[in-house]
């Protein structure tokens, strides 16, 4: 199966700051990445996915990048909307997917 | 405007069962693979189960492997998640979520809780 790690697990920020989250896979998934925004009792919220692709309504503060096993997610200016927990997920295995085990943004 | 509802959830013994369901609505259920995640309290996402547009093929995670069955009903427009065996470990909020790839859409979740 193929692992998905993330670092780092917590990121203290303020407003305004760049923040930028790294997930790496076990092995190459090619582009086979998406982003995921997570908030405390609410069902997560795609982000990226094919690794660098907006998702509709997606702000465009976010971006991502990379391929193969190294990926990043990438907040240009940190808003306060946007302290949560993020999660990246491969889905090159058929079927059967995995996430890494999250990077929570708190505020500094 | 697509909806996925989960229900089912609620308090089980170990080694009791439970039966979930996903209704879904506002798009072409028996087009989409669905899935169901999971999260324990306080912890990260969780791939469970997948299934196949007409339900001919299924895949689990290791961890529920032998004691979960995901099934589905393309002329109810509803995905079962049939769950046996349960231990301490699978107490968690159950998602089902709609899968081309990524999860587009999710369902608001509902809670197993595990205990006796």
């Known amino acids: 199966d193929i692992q998905m790690t993330q670092s780092p697990s917590t990121l203290s920020a303020s407003v305004g700051d760049r923040v930028t989250i790294t997930c790496r896979a076990s092995q190459s998934i090619s582009s086979w990445l998406a982003w995921y925004q997570q908030k405390p009792g609410k069902a997560p919220k795609l982000l990226i996915y094919k690794a660098s692709s907006l998702e509709s309504g997606v702000p465009s503060r976010f971006s991502g990048s990379g391929s193969g096993t190294e990926f990043t997610l990438t907040i240009s200016s940190l808003q306060p909307d946007d302290f949560a927990t993020y999660y990246c997920?491969?889905?090159?295995?058929?079927?059967?997917?995995?996430f890494g085990p999250g990077t929570k943004v708190d505020i500094k | 405007e697509v909806q996925l509802v989960e229900s089912g959830g609620g308090l089980v013994q170990p080694g009791g069962s439970l039966r979930l369901s996903c209704a879904a609505s506002g798009f072409t259920f028996s087009s989409y693979a669905m899935h169901w995640v999971r999260q324990a309290p306080g912890k990260g996402l969780e791939y469970v189960s997948a299934?196949?547009?007409?339900?001919?093929?299924?895949y689990y995670a290791n961890s529920v492997k032998g004691r979960f069955t995901i099934s589905r009903d393309n002329s109810k427009n509803t995905l079962y998640l049939q769950m046996g065996s349960l231990r301490a470990e699978d107490m968690a909020v159950y998602y089902c979520?709609?899968?081309?790839?990524?999860?587009?859409?999710w369902g608001q979740g509902t809670l197993v809780t595990v205990s006796s």
């Open positions: 997920q491969q889905y090159n295995s058929y079927f059967i997917f995995t």
């Open positions: 299934i196949s547009s007409n339900g001919g093929s299924t």
């Open positions: 979520a709609r899968a081309s790839g990524i999860y587009d859409y």
